[in-house]
């Protein structure tokens, strides 16, 4: 469906802002969507608002308590569909009736089956003009996590993987350290804050010594900023050990922040900020689809996966790849060296995952490059 | 030496545009530099003129003979010192001062041992003011090859890879067939037009049946209308085939344009467009060294090499690659799939060969990325 005939450049500015605005929450609203408003009279901006942390009030309610009597009239652009229902907050759809707002302009129906369309007909209800649809790609993107798990029950999967430009990830010795520079890891950390949970194995916690927390102070500084290290969530850490071969002594545990230890069968484990979840499918190995699954349960939008090259060919080879973000260290170590992507059941041209480059940029001397699954 | 203090803003501008001019002769100027020149009275651009071909005017006579008497008193703005030596023209250096110039800008001295400061020394002598540094970096990017060739002795080495995201270049089948996109292959048409030699092997001559040949209508439209197809030169083709394998009968025998035939020892060879050039020393293999400074004494400035994980291997661990072209395509082919670089003496991480990125662009649904040796 074609909405834009409804739109003007002015409401595309305003739409655009809100979005900007939105991104603000992106280390904090999991597991909520992020969401920005502005309320607009007489061409100028009245009031904004953006959602900060789940529990807190919505985008629409901090923008209309700044505008206060003001929004009498006014037209508010909200970048995800107004809630209809009561939550952790009561729905701001009625907040917008009740501060007598008369145009709302929205970017995306919200897929969250308890709204869906009902916030949207709740305002027309009441006699507000609601116009739907105003950069709606942009606004899916800044939600692309919240917005898969509504709609598939899945967590949207980013597979970060460093390496040199081929595909080599240590020498055939081991010898790894420092194949990307230190302005990469701290890249990462920015991925890291993000994320609902980051997923990693056994083999990388004991190898790298891992902790896989997000580090407030590798932050760039303007993310510092904004977000106090008080503020800034811990994501969870998801740790594979199917073979039950981690003690708690290491690294990892030491660190604070929610760990959830996945095994194949319950023993014994005693650390504070651990939970063992079983996965008791008839495999050997962890049933990565069941895994994810679960996880969406638990309200986790995206999952970041840092590990070695048979964690993220499995997920590849799955099909559980949502994002591939990889960093290229300019190097070349040779075909002795160890490979980026374990694919034991692929031999065949045609079958082989692929993606689309969204975004390539410089991170000190290395190379980003962020893909998403191809489209068909 | 920093002689930035000589030079206005004018003077910057005037010299970006000769820059900007001397590149359109590099499909054709091999094994002569690319060179512009602008001539300059009462801050308006009075003549312009690039070097086209060897044998043809030098950029300063075509400028010089669009501005005919007007040139008296007139700034010259030239990319590359002006020469003083007869070769297969007379001296720019003397047709500069016949016209009356009375300055010349020149943005570097020319390293060819007939010039050499030369062509600046006879200008001062005849009372012109010279001055010498303006944009040197830039000018020297354009001639990078020529100017390594005079400074060394030596080609530039520019080592053309195609791979998937992983580093891999075909399935462990071999089956390898549209790795990369259609315009990334077109792309390659581009470089090949302006190298002076396109290196590649006996195995990829027959494994792809490769003519290695520019083909005009691969070119884009832009390039191809500069460049008829009767004016851009056909790159020597240098083929190993150190075992003597090939009969003749390939595909690019068939096509027209020069072919040297790289073999340890001489046995009978008939093509017409071929010559075989033997490479004596006593290793089994071609010694790449001697061979690329052969190519340097036949005027070769630029090496554009074609070829499988071996040849890329063999020139990497000699360290005689200056500039690594690659095309990326957005796919994964895992561990089993045949490697990019083949390097059997590489042991240690701080041996292996470091580039910088230069630049790195999208070509159709593939990233190519250009770097170049990592300078110490």
Not at 4 to 24: K, P, W
Not at 135 to 152: G, H, P, S, V
Not at 246 to 258: A, P
Request: glycine letters at 6%; a neutral charge; one cysteine or more.
């Amino acid at each position: 469906m074609n909405y834009s005939s409804h739109f003007t450049d002015s409401d595309r500015l305003y739409m655009a802002e809100a979005i900007e605005l939105a991104q603000f929450g992106r280390f904090t609203t999991p597991p909520n969507p992020n969401v920005g408003c502005i309320i607009v009279k007489h061409n100028q901006i009245i009031a904004t608002g953006y959602h900060r942390q789940a529990g807190q009030p919505h985008a629409e309610v901090y923008a209309l308590r700044q505008a206060g009597d003001r929004a009498q009239g006014a037209t508010a652009y909200v970048t995800l569909e107004p809630c209809s229902h009561f939550g952790r907050t009561p729905p701001c759809a009625d907040a917008l009736i009740n501060a007598g707002i008369t145009r709302v302009v929205v970017a995306m129906q919200d897929p969250n089956p308890n709204v869906a369309g009902q916030g949207i007909k709740r305002l027309r209800q009441a006699g507000i003009q609601v116009d739907v649809g105003l950069l709606a790609d942009e606004a899916q993107l800044i939600n692309r996590a919240f917005l898969k798990r509504m709609r598939t029950g899945m967590p949207y999967v980013q597979l970060k993987l460093a390496t040199s430009l081929d595909g080599k990830i240590a020498m055939a010795s081991g010898e790894s350290q420092w194949i990307t520079s230190r302005e990469a890891r701290q890249d990462v950390q920015v991925f890291r804050a993000q994320a609902s949970a980051i997923l990693s194995t056994r083999a990388t916690v004991q190898a790298d010594n891992a902790s896989l927390t997000v580090r407030h102070h590798e932050l760039p500084p303007n993310i510092q900023q904004i977000y106090p290290i008080e503020s800034v969530r811990k994501p969870v850490r998801v740790i594979l050990d199917s073979q039950n071969q981690l003690t708690g002594d290491e690294n990892l545990f030491q660190q604070s922040g929610k760990i959830w230890l996945v095994r194949k069968q319950n023993i014994e484990f005693n650390q504070q900020n651990t939970t063992v979840l079983i996965e008791s499918s008839a495999s050997k190995h962890i049933d990565l689809y069941l895994l994810l699954k679960q996880l969406a349960l638990q309200q986790i939008n995206s999952v970041w996966v840092e590990a070695g090259s048979h964690l993220a060919g499995a997920l590849l080879e799955q099909n559980l790849v949502d994002e591939l973000i990889i960093y290229y260290a300019p190097k070349l170590l040779g075909h002795n060296a160890l490979d980026l992507c374990f694919l034991p059941h692929l031999h065949q041209l045609a079958l082989v995952p692929e993606f689309e480059f969204q975004s390539v940029q410089m991170v000190g001397p290395d190379l980003r490059c962020i893909l998403t699954k191809k489209s068909l």
